[in-house]
């Protein structure tokens, strides 16, 4: 099991921007991938971006060009940029470590897009 501690999110206006952080207590190198998850009210789970060990990145379309995943191996950290905020990214999210048949989850961070 991997332990996730997230951290960043809060309230800001729409055309803002938040970096959200997460901290795992393992090496990344032992994580096949890591990934942010967001949860809106009544919606599913749903992905939003992933880094895969070997540093190879994807997003899902709603974010593409706004939002960059990013990684510090030395320091087990895994960052989500959020620029161009909308209403609409307005979730709870979420930390992802993929072990293959061990998946470990954050406790989540609230982001509110609202002016």
């Known amino acids: 099991q991997v332990q996730l501690v997230e951290d960043g999110g809060g309230l800001v206006q729409p055309g803002g921007s938040l970096r959200l952080s997460c901290a795992a207590s393992r090496s990344l190198f032992t994580i096949a991938a890591m990934a942010w998850f967001r949860q809106a009210p009544g919606k599913q789970r749903e992905l939003v971006a992933v880094v895969f060990s070997g540093g190879t990145t994807n997003y899902a379309d709603s974010v593409k060009g706004r939002f960059t995943i990013s990684r510090d191996v030395a320091k087990n950290m895994v960052y989500l940029q959020m620029n161009s905020l909308k209403p609409e990214d307005t979730a709870v999210y979420y930390c992802?470590?993929?072990?293959?048949?061990?998946?470990?989850w954050g406790q989540g961070t609230q982001v509110t897009v609202s002016s």
């Open positions: 992802n470590a993929d072990r293959g048949a061990i998946q470990s």
